[in-house]
């Protein structure tokens, strides 16, 4: 089976602080793909990264920093000194095979809120 | 370049109507995908095409829904006899598995609202 779990249903913080967004995944492949994007109140999902299974270095991109751990199979996602602009859905998603193709599983979604 | 566009943006129709979804992918993109969010929910999947040809057609509900995508571009999801647990906003993404293997980008989506 394959399944995306976000635990953090809500999120809140106050402008500056740091902020994790956990992601755990399922899957019996042994290839795969993480991916994660921001939905902010426009409703447009955004793509924010992609790693593949094979990959388990840690990514930095400004404030932003991914944390993929295979032993846990978790892929958590960091925002350093979060903005008011950080405050969207963010969603984890799974796409399972090798394949350049097929469909992703999405987690239920993490609601941050970023307060000025 | 233009991303993937959606229309209308908004839809709002009666128990029994059917409609139609329109997609307008990235340009020159070969892979199309439809999902259904529904509120508090994280987009699920549908149907995905390849070219012309529906390549997994899995998550389709049901016979009511289907879609098309007749010239490898722009593709229609269409919905016979709505019922009001079809309410959802709908998806549409694009990739270019040649190029950038698994990153599908999103259009705006559609509201479908069935009274």
Known sequence: AQKVTQAQTEISVVEKEDVTLDCVYETRDTTYYLFWYKQPPSGELVFLIRRNSFDEQNEISGRYSWNFQKSTSSFNFTITASQVVDSAVYFCALKPGGSTLGRLYFGRGTQLTVWP | ?115
Do not use: M
């Open chain 2, 1 to 115: 370049g233009a991303g993937v566009s959606q229309t209308p943006s908004n839809k709002v129709t009666e128990k029994g109507k059917y409609v139609e979804l329109r997609c307008d992918p990235i340009s020159g993109h070969t892979a199309l995908y439809w999902y259904r969010q529904s509120l508090g929910q994280g987009p699920e999947f549908l149907i995905y095409f390849q070219g012309t040809g529906a390549a997994d057609d899995s998550g389709l509900p049901n016979d009511r829904f289907f879609a098309v995508r007749p010239e490898g571009s722009v593709s229609t999801l269409k919905i016979q006899r709505t019922e009001r647990g079809d309410s959802a906003v709908y998806l549409c993404a694009s990739s270019l598995p040649e190029r950038s293997p698994d990153t599908q980008y999103f259009g705006p989506g559609t509201r479908l609202t069935v009274l």
